[in-house]
């Protein structure tokens, strides 16, 4: 079997699982945020970014090094995330104003001068509630190796 066909499996297996049962409305909105983020940085939407992360913002890429607020944002009006696609995603409350969204991503973006990032990626996300509404103050990618 291909991997093409192998990572289809995958997929439909891990939206099978996921609707087994309902998400409660947290869920649902941290999973639509979530899945707002890599939109907005692929559609170079700066408001939506602006509006969403919290002014204190931090990152750690892929590569391991910190990003701040104004590098991730500029990352996103430069157009680096090209295309992507997100799946297994799971939300982890912390208390009534923070969670945390687990998923991994396929990803297709450069990752600095001459490399490219890598293509399979796990991510973590901290959540905050600020007022009434849901703001991303943490994100973590780590490459999936070859053996995972």
Known sequence: MNK???LAVVLSLAAFAQSARPLSPLEQTLIDHT???PEAQKTKNIEFLNRTLT???RA???EGRLHDREEFVGDARDGTLQDYSVYSLNVLPVDEN???VTYDGIIHMPEGDFDVAPRYQHFSDLWVKQGDQWKLRFQQATPRR???
Do not use: P, R, Y
Request: glycine fraction near 6%.
């Open 60 to 62: 750690v890429g892929s």
């Open 4 to 6: 093409l066909a192998i």
């Open 35 to 37: 899945k707002a983020i």
């Open 98 to 100: 923070a969670a945390i």
């Open 146 to 148: 070859a053996i995972d």
């Open 55 to 57: 002014e204190d913002f």
